[in-house]
């Protein structure tokens, strides 16, 4: 089945230490974005890329880094900087012609403890 | 910057009653989309929207975009308590490439 595979689904992580959320998509999209969650509150862009190799900061990359050397993988690593981390990360694709909607992730609840 | 406004931000309803909520945004587009989340859950698609007066209809939600006043609104008729979720409106723009904005959501409680 074609689709896009967060994981781990629960992450706790120590003060001080950075943590890596996985996110696979097996649906040859081109497009992939980390958003955040907040309790009740909506979704902020951290980082999107657009294709292979390249990348963009959003609204709140600070504290965060992602990579893409594969199409199908786009890794989000939340670094000691990001201060108040705990939240619902949620990863999206979708394919690199626009006047498509995104498909998500299960998404990855991470605890700081 | 894109900024998308959804309003209300929390709708309590009773079952049976019909109600819109509204998604503005700021920027010329004209390609936008409607999500529903269940608590704790990811995000589905409901409605994509990719043209001015375009207008989709799935059971009892039907959705429309007016590129000119910038807005969509995502209306209810006849509400089941299974409508009960945080309905996000998002928008992307040309210029912009692939990014995509979204609203605040609308968190909808359908009673009995």
């Known amino acids: 089945d074609g689709g896009i595979t967060q994981s781990p689904k629960y992450l706790f992580r120590k003060e001080g230490q950075n943590v890596t959320l996985s996110c696979e998509q097996n649906?040859?999209?081109?497009?992939m974005y980390w958003y955040r969650q907040d309790p009740g509150q909506g979704l902020r862009l951290i980082y999107y890329s657009q294709i292979v190799n390249d990348f963009q900061k959003g609204d709140i990359a600070e504290g965060y880094s992602v990579s893409r050397e594969k199409k199908e993988s786009f890794p989000l690593t939340v670094t000691s900087a990001q201060k108040n981390p705990t939240a619902f990360y949620l990863c999206?694709?979708?394919?690199?012609?626009?006047?498509?909607?995104?498909?998500f992730g299960q998404g990855t609840r991470l605890t700081v403890v | 910057e894109l900024k998308v406004e959804q309003n209300p931000l929390f709708l309590s309803m009773q079952e049976g009653k019909n109600y819109t909520i509204y998604c503005n945004y700021s920027?010329?587009?004209?390609?936008l989309y409607w999500y529903r989340q269940d608590p704790g859950k990811s995000l589905e698609s409901l409605f994509v929207l990719l043209s001015n007066g375009a207008v989709k209809q799935e059971g009892r939600l039907m959705a429309s975009l007016d590129t000119k006043a910038r807005l969509s609104t995502l209306h209810i008729t006849a509400a089941v308590h299974d409508l009960s979720a945080t309905y996000f409106c998002?928008?992307?723009?040309?210029?912009?490439?692939?990014?995509?904005?979204f609203g605040e959501g609308t968190q909808l409680t359908v009673n009995p």
């Open positions: 920027t010329t587009s004209d390609r």
């Open positions: 998002a928008v992307d723009i040309k210029t912009s490439g692939s990014r995509l904005t």
């Open positions: 999206a694709s979708r394919p690199g012609t626009a006047n498509t909607e995104a498909f």
């Open positions: 649906l040859n999209h081109d497009a």
